[in-house]
C-alpha cells in the first residue's frame, strides 16, 4: 500500500483511538513479498514527519512489438525516483490495465484480440503513491489469424477434476452456479452479461479446477476458447491462467499452450481466452486447467474446440 494510503486510513480512525502502534500487511500478501522500497518510504516518513512528494521520472523510449495474433510486448527504459520506484502503470487505450509492483521495464499484454491496433502509455510508481507523468504513446497491432468454422465441441461430453463445482461439502445453495447435468460448458449457450443467468459454471475458495472434454474421436485442433467472466463488484476474477493439454488415448497428455493472464481494465465484463496451435495436432482428449486469479470465484462457460 503506497504511504499516502497508509497515512489517510490512519487518520480517519485517529479520532476513535489513543494512538497507533501497529503496522498490518494484507492478509493475502506475505511480508516477504513487499518490495524494500515500501519499508523505506514508510522509515523516511516517521523519520521526518512529511511524506515523499517527488515524482518518479517518466517512462522513456516506449517499445510495443507484435507477439502474433494475441500478444503485444512492451518494453522501456527505466524510470528513476528519489527514493525508489515501486512499479508501473500500463494504459491500453486509455484504460489502466495493469500494476506492476516491481523495476522491471517490460511487459506482456496477452489474450488481445488478432488484427486490431492498441495504444499504450505508461506511467511509474513511488512507494509514497506518486506518479509520474504520462510517457509518449506508441501503437502496436496483432497479426491476424486463420478463422476455422467446424466447431468440434459443441454438445461434446467432459468430466471434472482436481476441483469439482458440484461438490460442496458446506452444503451451499448457489445451485445456479453448479454444473449437475454436465452439459452448460458444451451447449453452444454463451453466459450473459450476468452471473446469475445459470449460464456459468462457478468454483470458488481459489482452487484450481481441471476439465477434460472427449471429442469422441481423432480430429485436428487448430484453436481452442474459453469463456470466462469478471465482476469485481461480485468477487469474480479471472484466472492467472488456463493450460491447456491435449490426448489420443486419454492417459497421456501434451501442453499445447498456456494463455498467460489476461487482463480487461475494467470492473466487469466476459472474456475469451484462445490457445491457437502452431501446427496441426490431432486429438481425442482435450483437458483444460484452470489457475485461479483469486481466492474468491472463478466463473467459466462455453469451452470450444475447432
Known sequence: MP????????NAVLPYVDNVTCFSFNH??????????????YKEYVDSGSLDSSLPSTPQN??????GSLAIELNWTSSSDNVGVAGYNIYRD???VKKTYTENDEFMDVQLEPQTSY?????ARDAAGNESKKSEAVVASTSSKTNYDTLLSIGK??????????????????ELYKDPMLKKLTDGNFGSGRYDDGTWVGIENGKILSV??????LEYIHEVEMEFKQDISAYIFLPSSVKVE???DGNTFVEIGDTGQAVIGKISGNKTLRIITDKEVSARYIRFTIHPGSFAWTFLDELSVR
Request: no cysteine.
Open 3 to 10: 504511504t499516502k494510503e497508509m497515512i489517510a486510513d490512519i
Open 28 to 41: 493475502y500478501l506475505s511480508p516477504q513479498q513487499v518490495p524494500e522500497v515500501y519499508y523505506e518510504t
Open 62 to 67: 516506449i517499445f510495443a512489438e507484435n507477439r
Open 94 to 96: 486509455g484504460v489502466l
Open 119 to 123: 495504444k499504450y502509455i505508461i506511467t
Open 157 to 174: 461430453p467432459y468430466t471434472y477434476g482436481v476441483a469439482n463445482p458440484n461438490y460442496d461439502p458446506k452444503g451451499s445453495k448457489l
Open 212 to 217: 477434460t472434454m472427449d471429442l469422441q474421436k
Open 246 to 248: 491435449i490426448s489420443q
